[in-house]
Structures are given as structure tokens and as C-alpha cells.
Nanobody, 119 residues
Framework: QVQLAESGGGLVQPGGSLRLSCVAS????????MGWYRQAPGKERELVAS???????NLGDSVKGRFTISRDNAKNTVSLQMSSLKPEDTAVYYC?????????????WGQGTQVTVSS
């Protein structure tokens, strides 16, 4: 089994910064991609940022220029550096991992970490 453990959420003022981290553990064979999604109350879950094992990144339009995603393949860790935070960034942030073992592709989710941007 695979587990994802997120950390780094919290309360921050508008314009501030936060760094989220997600560590994957367990029976890990090959990680295809890792990333972050978020879900605000009453809204659908949306992509924030993702990064493949080769380092190709994809950022949501609303966070481009403000958020940066990075990955440490040796430690099975993905991080999200969030800057210039806005109240509309308030949401539960979920770590997602796409995993491959032989011909099987599996998707795992973390439990989520709350990010609140408010003065």
C-alpha cells in the first residue's frame, strides 16, 4: 500500500507565502507524476500544479507566476511554494500521486491540508 503525507498548511495573510510538502511512502515502484489539487467550499477540485518524473511541470492558470512546484525523486517528495497568496487561494490542498507498477496505473490522494488566506 502507498501513503501520502501532507504538511505545511495553515493561516497566512494576503500577500504572504506558504510551502506545502507531500511525502510518499510504502510499496512504491515507479512514480509517474505528483501534484497538488485544491478544493474550496462549494467548488470542484481543481489542478494547482503537477510535475512528472522527468520534471515537466503544469500549473493552473490562476497560480502561474505565484506558485512553484518541485520534486525530490530520491525522497519521493513533492513541494509547492506558494507566494503572493490571495484570499481566493483558500482551500483544502490535496497531494496526488500517479503510480505505475508493470502495466498497472494507480492514483493516490493525500488527506488534504487546509490553507486559509485571510487578514
Amino acid at each position: 500500500q502507498v501513503q501520502l503525507a501532507e504538511s505545511g498548511g495553515g493561516l497566512v495573510q494576503p500577500g504572504g507565502s506558504l510551502r506545502l510538502s507531500c511525502v510518499a511512502s510504502g510499496r512504491i515502484r515507479s512514480i509517474v507524476a505528483m501534484g497538488w489539487y485544491r478544493q474550496a467550499p462549494g467548488k470542484e477540485r481543481e489542478l494547482v500544479a503537477s510535475i512528472t518524473s522527468g520534471g515537466v511541470t503544469n500549473l493552473g492558470d490562476s497560480v502561474k507566476g505565484r506558485f512553484t512546484i518541485s520534486r525530490d525523486n530520491a525522497k519521493n517528495t513533492v513541494s509547492l511554494q506558494m507566494s503572493s497568496l490571495k484570499p481566493e487561494d483558500t482551500a483544502v490542498y490535496y497531494c496526488k500521486m500517479t503510480h505505475r507498477y508493470m502495466e498497472n496505473i494507480s492514483v493516490y490522494w493525500g488527506q488534504g491540508t487546509q490553507v486559509t488566506v485571510s487578514s
